[in-house]
């Protein structure tokens, strides 16, 4: 379980007898128990806000269209990344690979956390190395195991998906004489998580297939905590890619992690990228209107009723005997307390569930064979307003119909697209309010993806704003068929696009910036706020289109320009 707490840990050990505490800061710890009883638990000791969310994968030319390369080219500049570090927090590097070695053979790479190998320690110590679990491997280990024989005996880090290799590529991959490429901060060094899958209990909870790559809220805060220490440690600055996105939370900054990273964004020394998403032409976010426009004074707000459809379909390929699990979120806004009803393709409709200030509910619906669970927060925890978390188990294909009642504004998210394994997706659907968590929140540069040989939005890039109308995304990167690492010991390359690349290329230009303002002193204070600004005021702003906007947010990433907006003018 991960929660805020007020600095008595004594209070949960009494309120959820966990079997160990590991404390992240003043602010936030986490809980572990064993998930055995959990499951039938009552729901208001064991409340969804307090579970994890689960997050998934978000997917020269580039690089010059950004301008860093012509800042390579100024003698007052020459900005490369140097004394830099960049941090991923992925599916692993793939460290045999030239891109992150020196012209000598060097490993660029200052430690890798593989948080899915087992210290040979934990056996002995629960706090060994110090978060319980994983293997930290360094510089000198790295070293070693690129000239011996057998790399993988030495340092078993395999990135078997290839996202993380990929992603640390186009941000800081060695450039090469002989080799056509280059990255945004060539001679940046490296820091490296890979991150463990999701716990299973956190996949049965939410629905999610054991075929799709997911990974724990709680294990992604360890890392992000490890990189800051480990950069502590080393008296260098780190700019960190988080190319990860979940559907999950109220998409305003209400997340543990979003809350977490909001504590980092004034700390001199980090930058922190994260992408918008990719969710765009998916169908998975409902929105409905009240009665009157929010802020309206009335003595009696109207209810209305709004009936959120789901189509559900097995997708091709898929036997018809696999069962349709999914869930799904409804938020509303305080002071309302909307109802639900749900009706099935049949037409079986359940009474409207009566709202209780903490509770669940189980449905069951005898012609589908599908079970629906119900999780009821008048309150959530997180932010005050109320939540309906409805878990489909065996959904029967047809149009599901979730009837709400309420005088507030109302939304609705199905998880991300790579959680479905299946055809699920709101009939309505609004395109807006899309953007995954962290990058709602205020602590991170939030970047949508364009295609940098044309200027257009890349199709599926998340829109925005945040559900109560904060301005995200920040800004845009090229995020289409950018040229990058394929799985190799010797560089070879691919094509992808996906949001996450747009991160991986802003977290890049943050360790230049970096570089200019904390390593050569022009200034020592600067943060993750300093250079979301800094990259604002010099966005390049797409024609015909009022900025900023929900999809390009303030405009395109244009570093060159930005220090342009510096320059003494007359």
């Given at each position: 379980?991960?929660?805020?707490?007020?600095?008595?840990?004594?209070?949960?050990?009494?309120?959820?007898?966990?079997?160990?505490?590991?404390?992240?800061?003043?602010?936030?710890?986490?809980?572990?128990?064993?998930?055995?009883?959990?499951?039938?638990?009552?729901?208001?000791?064991?409340?969804?806000?307090?579970?994890?969310?689960?997050?998934?994968?978000?997917?020269?030319?580039?690089?010059?269209?950004?301008?860093?390369?012509?800042?390579?080219?100024?003698?007052?500049?020459?900005?490369?990344?140097?004394?830099?570090?960049?941090?991923?927090?992925?599916?692993?590097?793939?460290?045999?690979?030239?891109?992150?070695?020196?012209?000598?053979?060097?490993?660029?790479?200052?430690?890798?956390?593989?948080?899915?190998?087992?210290?040979?320690?934990?056996?002995?110590?629960?706090?060994?190395?110090?978060?319980?679990?994983?293997?930290?491997?360094?510089?000198?280990?790295?070293?070693?195991?690129?000239?011996?024989?057998?790399?993988?005996?030495?340092?078993?880090?395999?990135?078997?998906?290839?996202?993380?290799?990929?992603?640390?590529?186009?941000?800081?991959?060695?450039?090469?004489?002989?080799?056509?490429?280059?990255?945004?901060?060539?001679?940046?060094?490296?820091?490296?998580?890979?991150?463990?899958?999701?716990?299973?209990?956190?996949?049965?909870?939410?629905?999610?297939?054991?075929?799709?790559?997911?990974?724990?809220?709680?294990?992604?805060?360890?890392?992000?905590?490890?990189?800051?220490?480990?950069?502590?440690?080393?008296?260098?600055?780190?700019?960190?890619?988080?190319?990860?996105?979940?559907?999950?939370?109220?998409?305003?900054?209400?997340?543990?992690?979003?809350?977490?990273?909001?504590?980092?964004?004034?700390?001199?020394?980090?930058?922190?990228?994260?992408?918008?998403?990719?969710?765009?032409?998916?169908?998975?976010?409902?929105?409905?209107?009240?009665?009157?426009?929010?802020?309206?004074?009335?003595?009696?707000?109207?209810?209305?009723?709004?009936?959120?459809?789901?189509?559900?379909?097995?997708?091709?390929?898929?036997?018809?005997?696999?069962?349709?699990?999914?869930?799904?979120?409804?938020?509303?806004?305080?002071?309302?307390?909307?109802?639900?009803?749900?009706?099935?393709?049949?037409?079986?409709?359940?009474?409207?569930?009566?709202?209780?200030?903490?509770?669940?509910?189980?449905?069951?619906?005898?012609?589908?064979?599908?079970?629906?669970?119900?999780?009821?927060?008048?309150?959530?925890?997180?932010?005050?307003?109320?939540?309906?978390?409805?878990?489909?188990?065996?959904?029967?294909?047809?149009?599901?119909?979730?009837?709400?009642?309420?005088?507030?504004?109302?939304?609705?998210?199905?998880?991300?697209?790579?959680?479905?394994?299946?055809?699920?997706?709101?009939?309505?659907?609004?395109?807006?309010?899309?953007?995954?968590?962290?990058?709602?929140?205020s602590g991170t540069i939030t970047v949508a993806g364009y295609n940098?040989?044309?200027?257009?939005?890349?199709?599926?890039?998340?829109?925005?704003?945040?559900?109560?109308?904060?301005?995200?995304?920040?800004?845009?990167a090229p995020s289409v068929d950018v040229y990058g690492a394929f799985?190799?010991?010797?560089?070879?390359?691919?094509?992808?696009?996906?949001?996450?690349?747009?991160?991986?290329?802003?977290?890049?230009?943050?360790?230049?910036?970096?570089?200019?303002?904390?390593?050569?002193?022009?200034?020592?204070n600067i943060s993750t706020r300093f250079i979301r600004v800094f990259?604002?005021?010099?966005?390049?702003?797409?024609?015909?289109?009022?900025?900023?906007?929900?999809?390009?947010?303030?405009?395109?990433?244009?570093?060159?320009?930005?220090?342009?907006?510096?320059?003494?003018?007359?």
């Open positions: 379980m991960l929660l805020r707490y007020s600095g008595n840990i004594e209070s949960i050990r009494a309120d959820l007898a966990p079997d160990c505490i590991w404390r992240i800061n003043s602010q936030f710890v986490l809980a572990y128990r064993s998930a055995t009883g959990i499951a039938a638990s009552p729901l208001n000791k064991f409340r969804n806000a307090l579970y994890p969310k689960c997050y998934a994968l978000m997917d020269t030319s580039a690089i010059t269209a950004t301008g860093a390369i012509t800042l390579r080219e100024f003698p007052g500049l020459r900005l490369t990344g140097k004394d830099v570090l960049v941090g991923f927090i992925d599916t692993g590097i793939d460290y045999t690979n030239r891109l992150f070695q020196t012209y000598t053979g060097v490993t660029r790479i200052r430690a890798i956390w593989d948080q899915t190998i087992p210290s040979p320690a934990q056996n002995t110590s629960i706090n060994s190395f110090p978060y319980g679990f994983g293997t930290e491997y360094e510089a000198e280990q790295i070293n070693r195991a690129l000239t011996s024989s057998d790399p993988y005996e030495i340092v078993p880090s395999v990135d078997t998906n290839g996202h993380g290799t990929y992603l640390a590529s186009v941000a800081s991959g060695t450039t090469f004489p002989e080799i056509p490429f280059t990255s945004m901060a060539p001679d940046s060094e490296l820091l490296v998580v890979k991150l463990k899958p999701a716990k299973q209990n956190l996949r049965d909870f939410y629905g999610i297939p054991s075929t799709v790559d997911c990974f724990g809220e709680d294990d992604i805060i360890l890392a992000l905590q490890y990189l800051i220490t480990k950069a502590f440690q080393l008296g260098k600055a780190i700019a960190i890619c988080l190319g990860f996105g979940t559907n999950q939370g109220d998409h305003n900054n209400s997340t543990i992690l979003e809350q977490y990273l909001s504590l980092l964004e004034n700390n001199r020394g980090i930058c922190i990228a994260s992408a918008a998403g990719n969710e765009l032409g998916y169908n998975g976010h409902f929105h409905a209107n009240a009665s009157a426009p929010t802020g309206v004074p009335t003595t009696q707000p109207k209810q209305i009723q709004t009936a959120i459809e789901i189509n559900v379909n097995k997708s091709s390929g898929r036997a018809k005997t696999s069962p349709i699990d999914f869930s799904l979120e409804i938020w509303g806004q305080s002071p309302d307390l909307p109802r639900l009803a749900i009706s099935s393709p049949s037409g079986e409709k359940n009474a409207t569930i009566p709202y209780i200030r903490a509770d669940s509910t189980t449905l069951s619906f005898l012609y589908e064979g599908t079970t629906v669970y119900i999780e009821i927060s008048s309150t959530d925890i997180a932010t005050g307003n109320p939540m309906y978390f409805v878990r489909f188990f065996n959904a029967a294909e047809g149009i599901w119909t979730l009837e709400v009642t309420h005088t507030q504004p109302i939304d609705a998210w199905l998880p991300v697209h790579s959680f479905l394994t299946d055809d699920i997706f709101f009939v309505r659907p609004d395109p807006d309010i899309t953007i995954t968590s962290p990058g709602n929140g940098h040989t044309n200027d257009a939005l890349y199709v599926n890039s998340s829109r925005g704003y945040t559900r109560f109308g904060r301005i995200k995304p920040d800004i845009a799985l190799a010991q010797l560089p070879l390359f691919t094509r992808r696009s996906g949001t996450s690349i747009g991160a991986a290329i802003t977290a890049g230009a943050g360790a230049l910036l970096l570089e200019w303002g904390y390593v050569n002193g022009n200034n020592p990259l604002i005021r010099g966005a390049k702003r797409p024609p015909n289109r009022i900025i900023p906007n929900r999809a390009y947010g303030y405009g395109i990433l244009d570093l060159y320009n930005s220090f342009e907006q510096f320059r003494i003018r007359d």
